[in-house]
């Protein structure tokens, strides 16, 4: 017998859960925390997973953006774990994207499509936060840990809301700065704003998401190349420090791993492309743009929704929905003049995307935009969602990971199951995506 009385011997179930261990690669310390077993110290020593993870999420942050500044601690992070590039999901536009970081599955597990036109509804539909799959805020709870989300919005009400002190939904809508400071409140367990009432947490949440809007914005204003990009990350780099350096004051700093990435990249473009309506109006069939919210006429036979700029969903009616139509319809569009590319739906279901795409997805070669009008006196702007702007930075970094070691191919999908990982808890029960084992510590 061991001195507390109990066996010396495994049970079966830590003996299946050690097998489990070893059959997946799972770091050690997930069977110490799925057995209820702690480690000797009261913080994690090596191996052991976070006490807390914090993600940092940068709306529109393209990878090339790195290296446009000085960025101190975003380098001083990754010093601690490794910077790399993953691989976005499609449509490569915010809510879609997003869903799949908070669920960990592909847009056709968990339904959340953008700017397509919905046949049930026989209209256009713009963003949504529709969501047919588990987050990585309700897993969580799930297992009795607590979460706050700082307008990280696709988890509200799905394991975060307004009021509640232990699964908190904050927004408090404006720059990242903003965002961070309510942060550091819920860090320091101070009252913060939650729907109109002063809510402070219980304690310092296991998983808190910071949501960053500042890059997208600016990005779709002046384009990619925009001289302005270079300071404004400096910027949120220092705002990037401000929370760092809040672990620190309220003493959970190397307890904590960090978590940095983005929805989707921006490219930027100048000048219309207007010619793919008229080639299918000269294949013999009606064209219509249609807004989100409108339906389009009786008489339209081909349904296009613009989906931030640079692609144009496609959708088949009447005489175009046929064998004959849809390959008339194909063709004009990939003879139209500054079309990149035309996918189909076999495309569409190789990128697991959205079942509520259309029968094709155009998308736009630069420096093109899929926009009925020019922007005002020539000026760049920025835009997004299609295949190009499915690359994001991903940072790894703190406590659990190891310093150094890359992740392998990583997916926006590997960011809940890895968050997951990282505090010892089930990824959401949909996640398609893996825990990116080979940069954690155990």
């Known amino acids: 017998m061991t001195p507390d009385g109990r066996g010396a011997g495994l049970s079966r179930r830590e003996v299946l859960m050690g ?9 050690t310390w997930w069977l110490l925390a799925r057995s209820g077993e702690e480690p000797p110290s009261g913080r994690p020593e090596q ?24 960025t101190p601690n975003l380098d001083e992070l990754a010093a601690r774990g490794s910077l790399s590039v993953a691989e976005g999901t499609y449509q490569a536009t915010s809510n879609p994207a997003r869903a799949s970081m908070s669920t960990g599955a592909y847009p056709q597990t968990h339904g959340n499509a953008a700017y397509h036109y919905d046949r049930g509804l026989g209209r256009a539909v713009g963003k949504t936060r529709y969501l047919v799959a588990e987050t990585i805020a309700e897993a969580l709870a799930d297992e009795g840990k607590t979460t706050a989300a700082v307008e990280w919005y696709m988890v509200q009400d799905h394991g975060a809301a307004y009021g509640d002190p232990d699964h908190l939904y904050v927004e408090p809508d404006g ?55 270079g300071p404004l990350l400096a910027e949120m780099d220092r705002q990037l420090g401000r929370l760092i350096r809040a672990t620190e004051d309220v003493g959970i700093r190397e307890e904590t791993a960090f978590l940095l990435t983005s929805d989707h990249g921006m490219t930027t473009w100048k000048r219309p492309a207007t010619e793919g309506l008229d080639a299918i109006a000269r294949a013999g069939f009606r064209p219509e743009v249609v807004l989100p919210g409108r339906s389009p006429s009786a008489v339209t036979e081909v349904v296009v929704v613009l989906s931030s700029v640079r692609v144009a969903d496609v959708t088949l009616l009447g005489s175009a929905a046929t064998r004959e139509g849809r390959e008339r319809v194909r063709s004009a569009l990939e003879g139209a003049p500054h079309v990149a590319r035309v ?11 959205g079942d509520g795409l259309g029968d094709f997805v155009a998308e736009a070669e630069e420096p093109y935009g899929f926009s009925l009008e020019a922007p005002e006196g020539g000026a760049s702007r920025g835009a997004h969602a299609s295949t190009k702007e ?33 505090l010892g808890a089930r990824p959401p029960a949909d996640a398609q995506g893996r825990a990116l084992t080979e940069s954690l510590d155990g």
């Open 343 to 353: 996918l189909d739906r076999d495309d569409l279901d190789a990128l697991r995307a």
């Open 47 to 70: 191996g052991a997973p976070a006490k807390h993870v914090i993600l940092v999420d940068w709306d529109g942050f393209d990878p090339g953006y790195l290296g446009r500044a000085p």
């Open 19 to 27: 097998a489990a261990v070893a059959a997946l690669g799972l770091p």
């Open 390 to 422: 499915m690359r994001v930075p991903l940072l790894l970094s703190g406590a659990g990971v190891r310093p150094g070691a890359r992740p392998r191919s990583p997916r926006l999908v590997d960011v809940a199951p890895t968050v997951a990982a990282l």
């Open 175 to 229: 720059a990242f700065e903003r965002q961070v400071d309510v942060a550091v409140e819920i860090l320091n367990l101070r009252p913060v704003d939650s729907g109109g009432e002063a809510v402070v947490v219980r304690k310092v949440p296991d998983f808190l998401a910071v949501y960053g809007p500042d890059l997208d914005r600016l990005g779709h204003r002046e384009g990619a190349e925009s001289p302005g990009i």
